[in-house]
């Protein structure tokens, strides 16, 4: 089932611009991580939040967390036209003695930097 | 920069071929998995390992298999691929003793299959 849901799945911004990217999941969590896709290429790990931090910094990145609403959204700041790329969160969730390992991934935003 | 690695990058066969997806990682990480990824859509989990000689499907039911003898190496098979198997196979890795990176997945560029 599916657990990360992104918002918006498309956005198309001027360079420059602040971009926000939204994330929902359903069940307990150890921690969420965005990720970056180029077109056609692997995921590349940007930010790990593990679920007692509230917010996180990584240079032009900031990530949020609300356990209480199962919510995290991450913005990227002064955007550039490299930024242009597809970008999803990934639940790594608590140890239920059943699931599959491994993070459950959304379905992604697609982020577009126009020059 | 990620230390696994996939072959082919890109693959085009017929129909009932029997194919091997290769993935490799220098990392000494004890967990790799699969992940199959459709075109704009998210990735599902398929297969992963916990080690050598563990093997486990994930969430999405897959007719391929996986098998694990060496640490570094965790190559996917199917045994007569079909059109409704053509998608992005992506690999990955984590775990090292560093608690600070061991939980992060490092992925490869990806395998792009497409089944005549």
């Known amino acids: 089932s599916q657990q990360g849901e992104e918002d918006p799945q498309a956005l198309s911004i001027q360079e420059g611009e602040n971009a926000t990217m939204n994330c929902s999941y359903k069940t307990s969590i150890n921690n969420l991580q965005w990720y970056r896709q180029n077109s056609g290429r692997g995921l590349v790990h940007l930010i790990l939040i593990r679920s007692n931090e509230r917010e996180k910094h990584s240079g032009r990145l900031r990530v949020t967390l609300d356990t209480s609403k199962k919510s995290s959204s991450l913005l990227i700041t002064a955007s550039r036209a490299a930024d242009t790329a597809s970008y999803f969160c990934?639940?790594?969730?608590?140890?239920?003695?059943?699931?599959?390992?491994?993070?459950?991934f959304g379905k992604g935003t697609h982020l577009i930097i126009q020059p | 920069e990620a230390d696994i690695y996939q072959t082919p990058r890109y693959l085009v066969i017929g129909t009932g071929k029997k194919i091997t997806l290769e993935c490799s990682q220098t990392m000494g990480h004890d967990k790799m998995y699969w992940y199959q990824q459709d075109p704009g859509m998210e990735l599902h989990l398929i297969h992963y390992?916990?080690?050598?000689?563990?093997?486990e499907k994930g969430d999405l039911s897959s007719e391929s298999t996986v098998s694990r003898i060496r640490t570094e190496h965790f190559p996917l098979t199917l045994e007569s691929a079909r059109p409704s198997h053509t998608s992005q196979y992506l690999c990955?890795?984590?775990?090292?003793?560093?608690?600070?990176?061991?939980?992060?997945?490092?992925f490869g560029s990806g395998t792009q299959l497409s089944v005549l």
């Open positions: 990955a890795s984590r775990g090292g003793i560093d608690v600070a990176t061991n939980e992060k997945l490092f």
């Open positions: 390992s916990y080690g050598v000689n563990s093997t």
């Open positions: 990934a639940t790594d969730a608590l140890w239920s003695g059943g699931g599959a390992d491994g993070l459950t």
